[in-house]
């Protein structure tokens, strides 16, 4: 005899803690969050059976405004805590959320070998191009040439593209969107939820302290439609108001072109997100305003087998060949000494 047990029905409200919120008013977070907590609902995972990780910033406060379990971990390692979870925990729906900063400075290492590895993780990482929580300083996505605290002569160093350092990690699936941009960011969080191995998505956040409108171009009213572009899987690369403007190639290089005078659609790029080989998505992320549009949605999607899946698969070999084994025999194998 079956017996059926109601699956209990969350809202975002379940997934609301009772923490206060701590970020500035008008941070680019809140709308972040709140397209998260109205995500995980749809998700069908028990709040049990979710874990959110974080290093350390403004975005790091994260797992305290989330009712489920977390880690408000160290600078730079939330993706090696993360990475352990899953290991340890295959079952769980394990979420990352970083900042520019945490993500791509001191812990630039563990986003690279988390990626490559293709753990199946969700990373969130917040760009606001500066150091929020310390007040003010460039980081490693701040433009050339900014002028900070920390550099008041302007920066010299050139910014890292976050989407860029997944592809080259041969990430599974890569994605971006806006914090203002509510409902392409909650189909976009979605994807990546569904996702089996690290999907990694981008997220741009404006900090109104520190660096207000430094995505202005991409979110403003008059402005937006010229400066982003919208993916679209087996669609061709339209964007403009009235869609007549579009990305073709010229040779190797990309050319944006007006739709007429003999240029029609069919000579335009089309974006495939499933491509094996990632050449085209690597081109897309390395459109940037003002020159381009700057493209916002799922630039890859592909399958490859996740690390716990093949640890599991080592684990299970070394049993099969080995027995289960002990601690104790593994310690005292080989040279012992007693240190007195």
Not at 11 to 18: G, I, L
Not at 21 to 26: D, L, V
Not at 90 to 103: E, F, I, K, S, Y
Not at 161 to 188: Q, W, Y
Request: charged share 25%.
């Amino acid at each position: 005899m079956s017996v059926d047990v109601a699956v209990e029905q969350l809202t975002a409200k379940d997934f609301a803690s009772d923490q206060d919120i701590r970020w500035c008013p008008g941070c680019g977070d809140y709308a972040i969050l709140a397209q998260v907590k109205k995500v995980l609902p749809e998700l069908g995972i028990p709040r049990e059976k979710i874990v959110f990780v974080s290093g350390i910033g403004c975005s790091s406060r994260f797992p305290y405004y989330v009712e489920s379990y977390g880690f408000h971990s160290i600078h730079g390692r939330a993706l090696a805590v993360a990475t352990g979870v899953k290991a340890a925990r295959p079952d769980l729906n394990v979420w990352v959320v970083t900042g520019d900063g945490d993500g791509l400075s001191i812990g630039g290492n563990h986003l690279l070998h988390a990626i490559r590895r293709n753990v199946d993780i969700n990373v969130l990482l917040f760009n606001n191009r500066i150091y929020g929580l310390t007040k003010g300083q460039y980081s490693p996505t701040s433009e050339l040439g900014k002028k900070t605290k920390s550099t008041p002569a302007g920066s010299i160093d050139f910014p890292l593209h976050p989407l860029s350092v997944a592809l080259a990690a041969e990430a599974t699936f890569v994605a971006r969107s806006h914090d203002v941009n509510i409902k392409h960011l909650g189909e976009v969080l979605k994807r990546a939820a569904a996702h089996k191995g690290t999907s990694f998505v981008e997220i741009y956040q404006n900090c109104n302290i520190f660096n207000d409108k430094a995505f202005e171009y991409a979110t403003g009213k008059d402005t937006k439609a010229d400066a982003t572009l919208i993916l679209e899987h087996g669609k061709p690369l339209l964007f403009g108001a009235d869609k007549k403007k579009g990305i073709r190639l010229n040779g190797l290089n990309p050319e944006v072109v007006t739709l007429g005078d003999g240029i029609k659609e069919d000579d335009l790029l089309f974006h495939d997100e499933r491509a094996h080989e990632p050449t085209l998505a690597h081109m897309l992320a390395r459109l940037y305003h003002p020159e381009f549009p700057e493209p916002i949605g799922v630039f890859r999607a592909v399958e490859k087998p996740t690390y716990e899946e093949m640890l599991d698969q080592q684990v299970k070999a070394a049993k099969e060949a080995k027995g289960v084994g002990e601690i104790a025999a593994l310690f005292e194998r080989g040279d012992v000494w007693t240190v007195d």
